[in-house]
């Protein structure tokens, strides 16, 4: 072997309990926290106070705390390994079921005197909030610690597992500690070196044996059918599961529902394109609305602002409207605050046919990592994001969304070759895959296939993920320009 392990201790052995137990605590505490805030904001502060709204205390320590931990456990929220974004999604269903049935109890054995639905509401906001942020600290605190990984044993330490690694390092969903790589080839992917190769797929039975490892990741793509199958029949006995990678790269896996034929000894991989469906257009479609109309009480005063600090510093029009293609392939006028001196266009061919590095740059990326038009007070919106304000108002004329592909220019259409027809789905949006994946630090055909993968793996809640993950980023300020 061409590396040492160690065996698992007794701890990581009883990991797989410890840490849903842990979590179940954690998260009766947080719903007792929740539906009590609810309930004291709804009976004592909140305008309209029902003198007559009672709830017994046992109901609000006891009952409903059992009801959401019930549903939370059928939901699969107690997984130590899936996507934060997911676990955050089964968590907020769950919370919604919970609260469903908490009202059917307390109607039918007349717990409440008078059921608010203004608490309702209240107790399933709070109570969400409440699991994610307690939870959120938990999970936190073990890290710091290093307390209550998995063990994992990765087969493949190739692209496809420096790819996974990558993953699995920047989710905190994962909660695997990799004791070590198997691999035939010597061609390691130079970011997995820290890490040890513990030998060959031969060895995994032994390996496994020796460090009592019950869990095995294949991240092999490149093996055939008949090697892989080999390999998880070897290994499946010995321990309690095993994930493989296929070789699926770049198809669409966000929406995949997978069936057993077991007299065929197969599988049936089905894919849903959700966008497909006019309901989840329309979903698409309120969910923008019901943002932008809420976001208007904040971003007009700062419009306000930055318009006025436009106009101050560099005279002229203080929004920029740019012909961009949408939805369909029509085209739309992108707004954004103006960050480019006045003769802009001018400006760029003379740069350009000055500067040959800067033209074959721009032919390239139509961008400009240095881009000489840009005013001072345009770098610090651009580096913000805050020139992208005013494109709250094409989300409310239906011309843009606030997640999907970027709007490109008519020079760019060829560019997207086969890919256009994917772009052409779904209407433009303010951020998207690319943005939250690096920004302009990502190459174009990057973004290009971004972009097809959102459109082929759509859902509402992925939405709310990149839009929380763009604030991220924002406030990070990595990769803009």
């Not at 059921?115 to 939870?135: G, N, T």
């Not at 500690?177 to 992917?189: P, S």
Request: glycine residues 6%; hydrophobic residues 45%.
């Amino acid at each position: 072997m061409r590396g040492e392990y160690e065996s698992i201790s007794t701890v990581e052995r009883w990991n797989s309990l410890l840490f849903p137990l842990i979590l179940s605590v954690v998260d009766y505490l947080a719903v007792v926290c929740g539906v009590g805030m609810a309930y004291g904001l709804r009976k004592y502060i909140l305008p309209g106070a029902l003198d007559s709204f009672h709830i017994n205390s046992l109901y609000i320590v006891v009952v409903l705390p059992l009801v959401f931990l019930l549903f939370l456990h059928i939901n699969f929220s107690y997984e130590r390994n899936a996507p934060y974004w997911v676990i955050g999604k089964r968590v907020f269903i769950a919370t919604l079921y919970s609260l469903i049935m908490a009202v059917f109890l307390m109607y039918f054995t007349h717990v409440a005197e008078d059921v608010s639905r203004l608490f309702v509401v209240l107790a399933w906001v709070l109570s969400y909030i409440c699991i994610v942020s307690f939870r959120f600290v938990t999970e936190s605190i073990l890290s710091a610690y290093n307390w209550l990984y998995e063990p994992v044993l990765i087969l493949g330490a190739g692209k496809t597992s420096e790819a996974l690694i990558k993953v699995i390092e920047g989710d905190s969903g994962y909660r695997y500690k990799i004791i070590g790589f198997l691999e035939d080839t010597k061609e390691v992917a130079p970011s997995l070196a820290k890490y040890p190769i513990l030998g060959g797929f031969k060895d995994a039975q032994q390996v496994i044996k020796k460090t009592g490892v019950k869990t095995v990741l294949i991240s092999a793509p490149g093996l055939g059918p008949k090697a892989l199958t080999n390999l998880i029949n070897r290994v499946e006995p010995l321990v309690k599961s095993v994930s493989f990678v296929p070789d699926f790269m770049g198809a669409p896996v966000g929406n995949l529902q997978i069936q057993g034929l077991l007299e065929a000894r197969m599988m049936v991989v089905q894919s849903k394109n959700n966008l497909a469906r006019w309901y989840n257009r329309w979903a698409k479609r309120i969910f923008d609305l019901v943002v932008a109309l809420l976001s208007l009480v904040i971003i007009i005063p700062v419009c306000i602002v930055i318009g006025a600090i436009i106009y101050k510093t560099d005279p002229g029009p203080i929004f920029f409207a740019h012909k961009r293609i949408g939805k369909n392939g029509k085209e739309f006028p992108c707004y954004k605050f103006r960050s480019m001196v006045v003769n802009s266009q001018e400006m760029l061919e003379k740069y350009l046919e000055e500067n040959p590095e800067a033209r074959e740059e721009w032919e390239s990326d139509f961008k400009l990592k240095n881009d000489p038009r840009v005013t001072k007070i345009g770098a610090f919106l651009r580096r913000t994001s805050l020139d992208e304000l005013p494109q709250i108002f094409n989300v409310i004329k239906g011309e843009m969304s606030f997640v999907g592909p970027r709007p490109i220019i008519q020079a760019e259409v060829e560019k997207y070759g086969e890919y256009f027809h994917d772009f052409c789905m779904v209407t433009p949006g303010i951020t998207g895959l690319w943005q939250v994946s690096g920004r302009s630090d990502t190459t174009y055909e990057e973004r290009v296939s971004m972009d097809s993968w959102y459109v082929h793996n759509w859902s509402v809640w992925m939405d709310v993920v990149y839009l929380i993950k763009t604030v991220k980023v924002v406030l990070k300020k990595e990769g803009a320009y």
